[in-house]
């Protein structure tokens, strides 16, 4: 029965899959008539991006735009090479960065007073900004449409067959920094030359001590927060670029410490330059004026010979014999007296006068030498050898023996700052050595470090009694000194 039903509904599907055809054909032939005639009416414009061999709306094209704008339009960039930072420390370091940029002076930064605002510090592709600094070091687009080349945009098919094709010069800027930029990178860039700025950035980012000196964690305590160093301690200065020049780190330290930036640099080579042409002019002129003031006083010489003076006296006659032999007879004046008087030979004293006295010259010399005789520095109160004597405070019983050498010592300061030092240091030695005597094995690792402690600074004062160095321990040798001065 099903099958007789089947049979009976086949005729009617027919006819309607013939009815549903035929509208789809009718509805298509409306469209395309409906299509020609919009076309008819609206013409399309062409489009006007320029054609470019590579695909413009990905994220690596608009990178390469991106940096070969940068590269053209900043005069300093500083290269760095990062180790995988943390989001988290990226904003810590960016942190301190912006807070030092703008602490710099207002006096150090003229005609540039809101340039930290556009100071960034960025992370690069390293493929990319290759490529980037590639073109921009060593295609010429000028060159390229004087050939004819219509289009020599970054991204043209002009550029790319170029690039390709191009065989780096080694003495190339490109060629330098090219082995440097391995692994991930990181650019400071910095819209204008300003070495106030850039010093301040090398502080935070690279410091240098006693040039580009970190900020101390008493003025700046976020600096050294454990995210902001671990974040700086992946980062690695290795160059930078400065007005397209490469430079590396010596090269850029010496650009941030010049003073007053380069309008002072400016200043200073105009200097040079008009002290060489002053001094051009001072030797040109120096035979012409010569000759002049020569032959003008050769004028007011033959003047003064040819006026006679009117004031001048009658000369007398140039010998005069006198009738009476005694006029005759030259007098001269009696020798001045000769009063020696007493000196006294002080250690130290001048080398003429010294050496007057050591000649036996002078009336007074034998007086000098029954002078004081000059105290040395290298004296002891008990005859021993300075460096012997200083190096008996460590090795003989310390603290026992340097309270006995404080009190026989009377003369050299040396040997009582060496008796000072060390009887305060093995006094609190012996007490540490009573505090811990139930451990045997503390005591006795104390005591080998004792004995290592004392043969140490024997061994110090010994070479240093020399020159008269001390060596002062942490704390004791401080104290050790202050009591000395005291005395």
């Not at 340039?115 to 980037?132: D, E, G, R, S």
């Not at 700046?220 to 995210?227: G, L």
């Not at 700086?232 to 490469?246: M, P």
Request: net charge neutral; hydrophobic share 40%; aromatic share 6%.
């Amino acid at each position: 029965m099903l099958s007789g039903s089947a049979r009976l509904a086949r005729p009617r599907l027919r006819q309607l899959t013939s009815r549903i055809s035929s509208s789809q054909s009718l509805l298509s032939t409306v469209a395309q008539s409906s299509a020609r005639t919009v076309g008819d009416s609206i013409s399309i414009p062409p489009s006007t991006q320029p054609p470019s061999a590579r695909p413009i709306e990905t994220r690596k094209s608009q990178l390469l735009r991106t940096y070969t704008s940068l590269l053209r339009s900043t005069p300093v960039i500083l290269l760095f090479q990062h180790i995988n930072l943390t989001s988290q420390e990226w904003g810590a370091v960016r942190r301190e960065l912006s807070r030092a940029l703008a602490a710099v002076p207002a006096s150090d930064v003229a005609g540039h007073p809101e340039l930290y605002k556009a100071v960034h510090l960025q992370v690069l592709t390293t493929t990319i900004f290759k490529v980037a600094l590639k073109i921009t070091e060593l295609y010429n687009p000028q060159a390229a449409s004087s050939q004819g080349e219509a289009l020599t945009h970054d991204l043209s098919k002009t550029v790319y067959d170029a690039i390709r094709a191009l065989q780096v010069p080694p003495e190339s800027s490109y060629a330098q920094l090219e082995p440097l930029m391995v692994g991930p990178l990181a650019a400071l860039l910095l819209p204008a030359v300003s070495p106030a700025y850039l010093s301040a950035a090398l502080s935070v980012l690279a410091p240098v001590p006693g040039k580009f000196p970190a900020p101390t964690r008493r003025k700046c305590p976020s600096y050294h927060d454990p995210v902001c160093q671990s974040g700086l301690a992946k980062l690695i200065l290795f160059g930078g670029r400065v007005e397209r020049r490469i430079l590396d780190r010596a090269e850029v330290d010496w650009v941030a410490g010049l003073t007053g930036g380069l309008d002072g640099l400016r200043g200073q080579l105009v200097s040079i330059l008009n002290g060489a042409g002053l001094g051009l002019t001072t030797t040109l002129e120096s035979s012409g004026r010569s000759i002049w003031l020569a032959l003008e006083g050769r004028k007011s010489q033959l003047e003064e010979e040819k006026t006679p003076d009117k004031h001048a006296r009658v000369a007398s006659p140039d010998s005069l014999t006198s009738p009476r032999p005694s006029h005759d007879a030259t007098r001269r004046s009696p020798p001045l007296l000769q009063h020696p008087q007493p000196q006294r030979a002080w250690a130290g004293a001048l080398d003429g006068h010294a050496a007057d006295i050591q000649g036996g010259g002078g009336p007074w010399a034998d007086e000098a030498r029954l002078g004081p005789d000059p105290v040395s520095e290298f004296d002891t109160s008990l005859g021993i050898r300075l460096d012997y004597e200083a190096c008996l405070a460590y090795v003989a019983l310390p603290p026992l023996g340097a309270i006995v050498l404080l009190v026989l010592e009377r003369n050299s300061d040396y040997v009582r700052f060496h008796a000072w030092q060390a009887a305060l240091l093995f006094t609190v030695i012996l007490v540490l050595h009573i505090v811990i005597s139930p451990s045997s094995f503390l005591s006795w690792l104390l005591f080998f470090a004792d004995v290592g402690l004392a043969a140490f600074l024997a061994l110090k004062a010994y070479r240093d009694a020399e020159n008269l160095d001390r060596f002062e321990v942490p704390f004791f040798g401080a104290v050790a000194s202050r009591i000395l001065d005291d005395e």
